[in-house]
């Protein structure tokens, strides 16, 4: 196991926020590892710290204490900027609210990753192409021209994760991907995600309360009162 | 930064982004198109101006004197005349009678005897076209068409001029040396000049002035030529002009003009500026969490502001583009519009300067307007999308934001003292605009701050809600308050200041004052006159002593010898040089209040002893003009007599109030045995009566010159009422460009109307209460944005009137009232217009269309 490199490593880390003149500690002494292509599920109550881990891991946020590395690159040592870029080339995002740009149809939506990056071509076609093939690997081709405003929630969050791939990242965070969706289409949507995941080798981490969602991962990271309370690795 | 990331974004968005900031680009629009129209406008009325000045001046070189040209210039005159290729004409202007012996009609005019060929470059067009050329010959007169209305008489009818009787031939059309309100005092009469010679009246005439018109050949440099014996001119009293400096004078009267008009579309465009602010204000608050997602998504600081910041350029470019295609347009149109006001034929041009101009500016004031605004857009975190409860946090003292702010007031500034006829005006345009925005502002704040304080538990819900929703996040107070209460302010400002420039105008004809003006009365006619004016009907009838006089010396100094030292520093050349006429009585006028020593009755003589001079009067601003003060001395050339005399005291005398003003007012005693002629004031009461007096008088004495006063009184109401109506058109202009704001403003918040009033709906709010709610808003916002508007017009238009025009403010309250009202009017048209869509829809569809 210590031979293969681990693709987030988070030591120490801990995140204190000032709320009404008192310090008030939301992560504390968090030490975790995840290897490539895991699917990790973080799960604990509400105020737990979930949010506010993802966050950090997804370099959106500093840490107060520690340090979080995402495939080699310690984050520390990078400007805000510099995990912008970083972020646009390693790392996809799925939101609870989904998140899409009002303004942008559902094709433009999911290509802004590629256009941040200044990309011509993607997964060895031009970049519209492909964003018009991730489209219809979400099964979304014919709504490509729709704004997010003309699309049900399902399908937003179907775009959301097209928007997701595009930039082929190697890390997928989700927060709550089901959390604004009924349960047969937030489970339409978790299938398409692992499928997705396993297709693109990406490493997934994902911050649910949906027990049978976190069910679904190799690994589940218990939260509670920002600290670990379990780590279970994979059911097998 | 990735560049082609921001401006694909930037294009993207706009399509949404334009439909939501198009109002703010009208007034954008509005503004650079006026300042190309008003740039374009001046250039083609100069180059106009100077390709047509010789026909304008109607010479090379013309030469003025109130007296007859003396001998030297003659010669100098001759010099250039008697040369091959050189010509000259003259023209001797004086207002006298016309008297219809047809029917006794009788009307003061401007005599205008021609001699030669005059004007020695363009036309006079006259109807018959041949009645010009028949004026070479004695007993002939060409009128204008209004000679003819108001002495009823016609073509082929005799005239009385002084003594001369001449025959009406035809009516001029056109004099291109003529400017249109140089007909004013009267209108002309052309005669021959041995016809005025015979009136008789250029020996008793007063207002006499000479001109002489010089074609000069082209191997004379006219400016070398002039600028060698300007000494000479000077210390002969002659003016002399030529067409270049002629054409010059007449373009930069324009020109300050125009800079002026500029302001007026600098104000509008600054404002369209205030608008695009608050605009991109409640945009960017909108567009937080997009902006967190892309920064979640990998796109940098940089790269998002520029993509918001290229929305807003590209904006304003637009603008500005229609705005130049507007100025074209309206610079096209002026020339026809303004036909009767311009001297010249005038063409328009294209003008790539004031494209240029009007293009940066427009495009400079929407990005500098909009930067504050976006910099909260560098604030956002890319947690925040993650987090909804995170707010940015600022900085009090963020460096960026006070550089951004540095070049906002920079602009401000540099734009106003650009466009400004002189830096001091545009600074105070400038000053101005901050005082006007800043009181407006403070205006709003407490406004907010008061209707949350203040507001009374026990008022109705709707009402409660109303004023809640004054200060809603997000809310467009500040920027309805700036925007309305900018264009009260000009509009209520102008009314105010027209308001009282015209009471104090007015000559109140009905009363007791006096409404005939008779000059040019000789010494031994007073009593004639006296006499026929009362048998004639007229009531408090004057008269007062006029001496003409000449300055002879100032201070001990000769005047041909101060009028020669053009380097020193020292009285006004136009106060030396002038033509006084002077009076002298024992009593202060009511008129006059003495600022400085005193009248003959009180204290002693400045000058005490010895041969003592006589004392004299001098008005403040003269004096200044003069630069003498009590105890200096002044020496007199009356008609060839010099009197040595001192200033005894220094008056400040009201010009506005009609009354024989003078001045200079001499001790009784000193000029009495000097020449003189006299004019009277009196009052008759009827049209009918004044018309017979004024006949009765010129039969008898057919030098002395009557003006009726109501005639004056309407050629200055005319006058005023095309000065008013350019003042209003540009109040109009800026009341507009609020108003545009103001639907702009009221538009930008319509998202979160319809998703408040569809969330109130759906708890169950009738229609009628989400009405009363929202004219609750909009009633509020516009009395206390007019009431603000309102309040700082009469401050201002009160310094204005008092302190500028020196008049009396007059308050006209009904026309407040009315103002005040159209506002609230305004701001409730514009609320409901906006409102259109709110009530209308399901409230389901309205939630659904507003999440995101």
């Given amino acids: ?236 | 930064m990735n560049l082609r990331f921001a401006l694909r974004l930037a294009a993207r968005e706009a399509r949404s982004t334009t439909r939501r900031l198009a109002v703010y680009m009208l007034s954008i629009v509005l503004g650079v198109g006026a300042l190309v129209a008003v740039h374009s406008f001046r250039v083609d009325v100069t180059r106009s101006i100077q390709q047509e000045s010789r026909r304008l001046l109607g010479a090379d070189l013309r030469f003025t004197s109130s007296r007859p040209f003396p001998d030297s210039v003659m010669a100098l005159v001759d010099s250039l005349s008697k040369m091959p290729g050189g010509e000259e004409s003259r023209v001797t202007t004086l207002l006298s009678m016309a008297f219809a012996p047809a029917n006794g009609a009788t009307r003061l005019v401007q005599v205008r005897a021609v001699e030669g060929a005059f004007p020695l470059y363009g036309q006079v067009r006259s109807d018959p076209a041949d009645a010009w050329s028949e004026l070479g010959r004695p007993g002939r007169a060409v009128v204008d068409p209004a000679v003819l209305i108001q002495l009823e008489v016609g073509t082929g009818d005799t005239l009385s001029v002084g003594l001369a009787r001449v025959e009406i031939v035809g009516t001029v059309a056109d004099v291109p040396t003529d400017l249109a309100f140089q007909t004013a005092i009267g209108p002309r009469v052309f005669v021959s000049a041995s016809d005025l010679q015979r009136s008789g009246l250029l020996s008793t005439g007063s207002l006499v002035r000479h001109q002489l018109f010089l074609r000069v050949p082209g191997e004379v440099d006219v400016e070398t030529f002039l600028d060698e014996r300007r000494g000479l001119l000077r210390a002969q009293r002659v003016g002399a002009v030529t067409a270049q400096d002629y054409a010059e004078d007449l373009a930069s009267g324009l020109e300050v003009l125009g800079r002026f008009l500029a302001l007026v579309g600098l104000g509008a465009l600054l404002l369209g500026g205030v608008g695009v602010a608050s605009a991109v204000h409640v945009f960017v608050k909108e567009k937080l969490t997009a902006v967190a997602v892309l920064r979640c998504l990998g796109a940098g600081q940089a790269g998002v502001f520029s993509a918001y910041l290229l929305q807003a350029g590209g904006l304003g470019l637009i603008g500005s583009i229609l705005g130049v295609l507007l100025g074209i347009g309206v610079q096209r149109m002026l020339p026809v519009v303004l036909a009767d006001y311009l001297p010249v034929p005038v063409a328009p041009f294209p003008n790539l300067a004031a494209i240029l101009a009007g293009l940066g500016t427009g495009l400079w004031v929407a990005l500098a307007f909009s930067l504050d605004p976006l910099m909260t857009v560098r604030d956002v975190t890319p947690l925040h999308a993650l987090r909804r409860e995170f707010e940015p946090e600022r900085s009090r003292l963020d460096p960026v934001r006070l550089g951004v702010w540095t070049v906002l007031v920079l602009s401000i500034l540099f734009l106003s003292v650009w466009q400004a006829p002189r830096p001091m005006v545009g600074l105070a345009f400038a000053g101005a605009l901050a005082v006007t925005l800043a009181v407006l502002g403070l205006v709003a704040t407490l406004l907010i701050r008061a209707s949350r304080r203040f507001l009374p538990g026990a008022a109705s819900y709707a009402v409660r809600q109303g004023f809640a929703n004054l200060f809603r996040p997000r809310n467009q107070t500040v920027a309805v308050v700036l925007a309305l209460g900018f264009g009260v302010f000009v509009v209520a400002t102008v009314f105010l200041v027209e308001g009282s420039l015209l009471q104090g105008l007015s000559f109140e004809t009905g009363e007791q004052r006096s409404n005939l003006l008779l000059f040019d009365i000789q010494e031994d006619q007073t009593t004639g006159v006296r006499d026929q004016l009362i048998q004639g009907g007229a009531e408090g009838v004057e008269l007062t002593p006029i001496v003409p006089a000449r300055i002879a010396s100032l201070k001990g100094r000769r005047v041909e010898e101060l009028l020669a030292d053009s380097v020193a520093r020292g009285p006004e050349r136009w106060a030396v040089r002038r033509q006084y006429r002077n009076t002298f009585r024992g009593h202060l006028a009511d008129t006059e209040e003495i600022v400085r020593g005193s009248w003959w009755d009180e204290g002693p003589s400045p000058v005490s002893g010895g041969e003592r001079p006589a004392r004299i009067s001098v008005e403040s601003e003269l004096a200044e003009d003069l630069d003498v003060e009590v105890g200096d001395r002044i020496g007199w050339d009356v008609q060839g007599v010099e009197i040595e005399t001192v200033v005894a005291s220094i008056r400040r005398v009201d010009w506005n109030r009609f009354a024989p003003n003078f001045f200079v007012v001499f001790e009784e005693g000193a000029l009495e045995e000097a020449p003189r002629s006299y004019v009277a004031l009196a009052h008759a009461g009827t049209e009918e009566q004044r018309a017979r007096v004024q006949r009765d008088l010129v039969r008898a004495f057919p030098n002395v010159s009557v003006l009726d006063l109501t005639l004056v009184q309407e050629t200055v109401d005319v006058i005023l009422s095309r000065v008013s109506r350019a003042v209003r058109a540009m109040a109009a202009f800026s009341l507009v460009a609020g108003v545009l704001v103001l639907i702009g403003s009221l538009a930008t918040s319509r998202f979160q109307r319809m998703r408040e009033s569809a969330l109130l709906r759906t708890l169950g709010a009738e229609r009628t209460l989400i009405v009363r709610i929202l004219l609750t808003e909009y009633v509020a916002l516009g009395a206390l944005a007019a009431t603000g508007g309102l309040l700082l017009a009469g401050i201002s238009s009160w310094l204005l009137v008092r302190f500028l025009f020196d008049f009396d403010f007059a308050l006209r309250a009904p026309g407040l009232l009315a103002i005040w009202a159209g506002a609230g009017v305004l701001t409730l048209a514009a609320g409901v217009l906006n409102s259109r869509g709110v009530l209308g829809r399901p409230p389901l569809v309205v939630l659904r269309d507003a999440t995101e």
């Fill in chain 1, 1 to 236: 196991m210590q031979a293969r490199e681990m693709i987030i490593e988070a030591r120490q880390l801990s995140k204190t926020y000032t709320s009404g003149g008192q310090p008030l500690t939301v992560l504390e002494d968090i030490d975790l590892v995840v290897e490539p292509e895991a699917f990790l599920a973080i799960v604990g109550p509400s105020g737990s710290g979930k949010t506010t881990l993802l966050g950090l891991l997804a370099g959106l946020d500093e840490p107060s204490g520690g340090s979080v590395t995402l495939d080699g690159q310690d984050l520390s040592h990078l400007t805000e900027d510099g995990r912008a870029r970083f972020r646009a080339e390693h790392v996809g995002f799925v939101f609870q609210t989904f998140h899409l740009l009002p303004t942008l149809t559902a094709l433009e939506n999911v290509l802004v990753p590629l256009e941040i990056l200044g990309a011509k071509r993607a997964g060895g076609l031009p970049i519209r192409e492909w964003a018009e093939s991730l489209l219809g690997r979400v099964g979304l081709r014919d709504r490509m021209g729709h704004y997010p405003a003309q699309l049900s929630g399902g399908e937003q969050q179907r775009v959301a994760l097209a928007r997701a791939f595009s930039n082929r990242p190697k890390i997928l965070f989700a927060d709550e991907p089901t959390g604004n969706l009924d349960v047969d289409t937030g489970g339409n949507v978790v299938d398409l995600m692992v499928e997705l995941n396993r297709e693109a080798r990406t490493t997934l981490v994902l911050v649910t309360h949906d027990t049978s969602l976190a069910a679904r991962a190799q690994r589940v990271v218990q939260l509670h009162g920002g600290r670990v309370l379990s780590d279970m690795g994979p059911a097998a």
